[in-house]
C-alpha cells in the first residue's frame, strides 16, 4: 500500500460503541487503507479510554463524545436518554473533528457512519462530504426494518407467515425482536427504524454481507434502496490473506485470555469433537436458563468449551459441572467435559480443528465468524436481529438448527442436548458441515481480488479518490 504521504482520500469511520459494531467498521477501515485510503476510525471517549488497542498502523484512532465520557452507557438515565445525547454530542464533536483534520494535509472527504446515527450523514452533507451507512446487520433483517419504516409491514403483524420479497416464509418468532415481541426496547426499536430517515440522501449505502450469501433479498431491496455488499468484514487472514499482518480485530472492551491455557486445551482434543459455547458481548442469560444450558452440555456427552464473562459468572451451576478451579489461572474453570473462561479470542477458537459446532446467540458478527471458517451452529436467540439471524441459519444456508423455546420462555436441556448431538452426530449434522464449507468458499471468493464484495470496495474507493482528482 501506499505511505501516508501518498494516501489519496482520507474517510473517518464512526462506530455505533459497542463491540459488535466496532468490529465490523474496524475490518473495514483496514480493507479501505489496504487500497491506499487513509482510514481513521473515531470512536466516543469513552470507548477509546476502554480499550485495549493492539490496533494495526494501517487505521489511525481519534475520538467523538457521546456526552457521557466518563461511564459511556451506563451514566445514562434511559437507553432513550443516551440516544438523545449521543447525536447531540456525537454531531457537535464530529463536526469538531472534521474542522481538525481541514487544517492538516489529510482533510476528511468521507464520513462512513454506523446506520445507527443517521445525524452523521447530516453532518457529512454540512461539510459537502461524501457520506455512507454502514449497516452492520443482515440485509434481510435490514430490509425488514425498510418495509417497517416505510409503512410497507405493519406492525403489530396481524398475520402470518409474512411473505417477504426476497426471504422465505417468516414466522412471528422469525421476525426481529423488536416486531417478535411488539412495544419491547421502543427506543432501540426507533433507533432501527430511523436507520432509513435519510438514507436517500447517502452516496452509497454500505451492507455487511456478501452478495452470494443473500442475492436475492440483496437485488429485492436494492430496487427500493440501492446498496452495496462489502464483506465478510473479519480478519483477512481468514479470507484472502491480501490485508498484511491483519490476523485479529485488534480493539477489545474485553480483556482477552492470551495465556496458552485454551490453545493447549483444544490441542488435546480430537478434530471436530468440542462444542464451543458463547453469548457475545451483551447478551445475559437468567439463573434457570444457565442451569439447562449446563445440563444440555453435560448429557450431550461432548467436550465443551464455554465463555461466560465475568460479570455473569455467579450464574454458573458449577454443582453441576463439577467444577474445579484451575491452577493457571483464577478466572478459568474447567472440569472433565469442559472449560470455561471469561473471554476469548473467538475467531481463533472457531478456526481450530477441535471445534465441531458453535452454540450461539446467533448475533450476525458471530454468525458470519462461524460461516466464514464453516463451523455449524446451534442457534439460541436472544433478542434483536438475532432471531432473523437463526431463521437464516437453519432454513435458508442449511448450517444449523434452531433450539424450541418452551411455554416460559425457557429452552429446556433435553432440547439442548438434542439440537447438539444433530450438529455433532447426525447425516443431517454432515450436510451442514457441507453446506458450511461452500459458504465459507463462497465469502472467502468474494472478498478475493475480483470477487463481488472486492470489486464493489474498489468503485467505493474509486469515488473517493476521484473526489481529489
Known amino acids: 500500500m501506499e505511505d501516508d504521504k501518498g494516501c489519496r482520500g482520507h474517510v473517518l469511520l464512526v462506530p455505533y460503541p459497542s463491540q459488535g459494531h466496532i468490529n465490523p467498521m474496524l475490518q473495514f477501515s483496514k480493507r479501505l487503507a489496504s487500497k491506499g485510503l487513509k482510514a481513521t476510525l473515531a470512536t466516543t ?65 468521507c464520513i462512513v457512519y454506523d446506520s445507527f446515527l443517521p445525524w452523521a450523514l447530516d453532518v457529512a452533507k454540512g461539510f459537502g462530504l461524501i457520506g455512507a451507512p454502514f449497516f452492520t446487520q443482515a440485509c434481510a433483517v435490514n430490509y425488514i426494518y425498510y418495509l417497517v419504516h416505510h409503512g410497507h409491514l405493519k406492525v ?8 417477504v420479497p426476497g426471504l422465505p416464509p417468516l414466522e412471528l418468532r422469525d421476525m426481529p425482536s423488536f416486531i417478535y415481541v411488539a412495544g419491547s426496547y421502543p427506543a432501540y426499536f426507533e433507533m432501527v427504524l430511523h436507520q432509513f430517515l435519510n438514507t436517500d440522501k447517502a452516496d452509497w449505502v454500505l451492507v455487511n454481507t456478501f452478495y452470494e450469501l443473500e442475492a436475492e433479498v440483496v437485488d429485492t431491496m436494492s ?74 452440555l453435560k448429557q450431550s456427552g461432548f467436550q465443551f468449551l464455554w465463555v461466560v464473562r465475568a460479570s455473569e459468572e455467579d450464574k454458573v451451576p458449577k454443582h453441576i459441572l463439577k467444577l474445579e478451579a484451575d491452577d493457571e489461572a483464577d478466572h478459568n474453570e474447567k472440569s472433565k467435559k469442559g472449560l470455561i473462561v471469561n473471554w476469548c479470542p473467538q475467531l481463533e477458537v ?57 411455554e416460559d ?28 464449507k461452500k459458504w465459507k468458499a463462497l465469502g472467502r471468493e468474494a472478498m478475493s481480488e475480483g470477487g ?11 469515488s473517493i479518490k476521484n473526489r481529489r482528482a
Open 45 to 109: 471517549v469513552f470507548i477509546f479510554n476502554s480499550m485495549k488497542p493492539d490496533t494495526s498502523p494501517l487505521v489511525g484512532l481519534d475520538t467523538i463524545s457521546d456526552g457521557h465520557d466518563s461511564g459511556g452507557f451506563t451514566e445514562a438515565e434511559s437507553i432513550h436518554t443516551y440516544i438523545a445525547r449521543l447525536e447531540a454530542a456525537g454531531s457537535k464533536t464530529l463536526s469538531d473533528l472534521i474542522i481538525k483534520y481541514q487544517s492538516t494535509d489529510h482533510p476528511v472527504d
Open 350 to 406: 472457531l478456526s481450530n480443528e477441535a471445534i465441531g459446532c458453535f452454540f450461539t446467540h446467533c448475533g450476525w458478527n458471530s454468525t458470519v465468524e462461524a460461516l466464514s471458517v464453516e463451523v455449524p451452529m446451534v442457534g439460541m436467540p436472544q433478542w434483536t436481529d438475532q432471531t432473523t439471524d437463526a431463521k437464516l441459519i437453519q432454513d435458508v444456508w442449511k448450517v444449523g438448527v434452531r433450539v424450541r423455546v418452551d
Open 223 to 296: 430496487k427500493l434502496c440501492p446498496v452495496t455488499t462489502i464483506g465478510p468484514t473479519i480478519p483477512s487472514m481468514y479470507l484472502d490473506k491480501r490485508v498484511e499482518n491483519d490476523i485479529e480485530y485488534g480493539l477489545n472492551l474485553f480483556t482477552l485470555d492470551k495465556s496458552t491455557l485454551i490453545t493447549d486445551w483444544l490441542r488435546s482434543k480430537p478434530p471436530s469433537s468440542v462444542v464451543y459455547v458463547s453469548f457475545g458481548s451483551m447478551s445475559s442469560l437468567g439463573h434457570q436458563q444457565m442451569e439447562e444450558l449446563a445440563w444440555g
Open 452 to 462: 463481488s464484495s472486492d470489486k464493489n470496495i474498489d468503485a467505493f474507493v474509486s
Open 409 to 436: 420462555g425457557v429452552v429446556r436441556r433435553g432440547e439442548i442436548e438434542g439440537c447438539i448431538r444433530e450438529v455433532m452426530d447426525s447425516e443431517r449434522g454432515k450436510e451442514m458441515r457441507r453446506n458450511a
Open 156 to 163: 403489530p403483524v396481524e398475520s402470518f407467515p409474512v411473505c
